[in-house]
């Protein structure tokens, strides 16, 4: 068999992805000022309700924020805004990750509170989540990790815009013989993630930040990475850079001796992935965890979790935790400049948490979601 052709067109698309990268890293080096989400006089909020349990779940933390938000909705300083079509269904329709009239309704809103969605196996059909990451260029996926009991304070700063996920459906294969995807790192995409790590760390009076790659195995991509977060630490002195595998961090986490002793991570992508939501099952599960997603002009908030389509068929939605949902939005109140009610969140989660009166298992031998966003309520 002769495979030229497939060759000339599997180099013709990566001329395609180096241009186009290119033109991505020139766009982030001419970037527009940041806007201040914490000073603003009216913030919209669009709620997205997602696939599976996401619905369920997303409709507490609306009912959570309706009470914690009275004040600021009664005098529309805080707008929550319904935003329909991000389903499977509607996406597989229109062959689109995010339809366009969804994606022009989620531009009118300043952040977003969204549940899970699924993304097919296999296809072509993008993430929707890897889309609006995209689109919106939020590069900063944040998620805390917080057990007092343990002494595990961590947060994970992952990167959203680069990495295995930017390039995951533009890959190349000869049928039936070899396919290849694609990775990418560049300098301005590292350098605000390292600086989002690293100002954290500042502001919090953190003292370390373990950068978190395979670059003794990938040379270029991950070892850039690594190299451009160890020139941004040097703006930092007082808080030091370590350098750590990938694959030892994972078991790091699990080794009560040393697992203290971290506070703040910055990893690439597909790590950053992985990585927090082994650091969430520590904290109780997935279900317990939050994550948001930082750019300079948007802000989407969301649980970590996937959309549990089998809770779904089997009729248990309403048995779903929406813990990850209530962190969520914890977060996003501090993102929009609510801190006391941020901190009144927090508090209730945690005492819930600590008390566990009432177990969410995701089955009937469990708390509802009502009942726990019920229980949680009641401590603010």
């Excluded at 953190?206 to 070892?223: R, S, W």
């Excluded at 808080?239 to 990893?267: G, H």
Aim: with cysteine.
């Amino acid at each position: 068999m002769n495979y030229d052709k497939y060759i000339d067109e599997a180099c013709d698309k990566f001329r395609e992805l180096i241009t186009s990268q290119l033109e991505r890293q020139n766009k982030m080096e001419a970037a527009e000022a940041k806007k201040d989400f914490s000073n603003m006089e009216k913030v919209v909020i669009g709620v997205i309700g997602g696939d599976g349990i996401g619905p369920a779940i997303t409709a507490e933390a609306v009912r959570l924020l309706k009470v914690l938000l009275k004040e600021e909705i009664e005098s529309e300083k805080i707008v929550l805004k319904e935003i329909d079509g991000l389903t499977i269904e509607n996406r597989e329709k229109t062959g689109k990750a995010v339809p366009d009239d969804v994606m022009a309704d989620i531009k009118t809103c300043d952040v977003l509170l969204k549940g899970p969605t699924t993304t097919p196996k296999g296809g072509t059909l993008e993430s929707a989540n890897v889309t609006i990451r995209r689109e919106l260029d939020l590069f900063a996926n944040v998620r805390p990790v917080k057990v007092p009991s343990l002494g595990i304070d961590w947060i994970f700063f992952r990167e959203n815009t680069e990495g295995e996920y930017a390039l995951g459906s533009k890959g190349v294969e000869i049928p039936d013989k070899l396919a290849m995807d694609f990775k990418v790192t560049t300098r301005s995409g590292t350098e605000r993630i390292a600086r989002a790590a690293f100002d954290h760390a500042k502001l919090n009076g953190k003292t370390k930040v373990a950068i978190i790659t395979k670059a003794n195995v990938i040379k270029k991509t991950d070892g850039n990475f690594s190299n451009i977060c160890h020139q941004v630490a040097e703006e930092y002195p007082g808080i030091e850079a370590e350098d750590y595998y990938a694959d030892i961090m994972t078991a790091n986490l699990i080794k009560p001796a040393v697992r203290t002793s971290y506070q703040v991570f910055v990893l690439p992508n597909l790590y950053g992935d992985i990585i927090s939501d082994e650091a969430a099952e520590i904290q109780g599960g997935v279900g317990t965890a939050g994550s948001a997603n930082i750019g300079d002009q948007y802000a989407m908030f969301e649980a970590i979790h996937g959309s549990g389509l089998r809770m779904l068929e089997d009729g248990r939605e309403m048995f779903a935790d929406p813990s990850s949902m209530f962190k969520a939005s914890e977060m996003m109140l501090r993102h929009i400049g609510l801190i006391e009610k941020a901190d009144r969140l927090e508090k209730a989660l945690i005492e819930c948490q600590e008390e566990a009166q009432l177990k969410v298992t995701g089955r009937a031998n469990g708390a509802t979601g009502k009942d726990y966003a019920d229980y949680v309520i009641s401590k603010l």
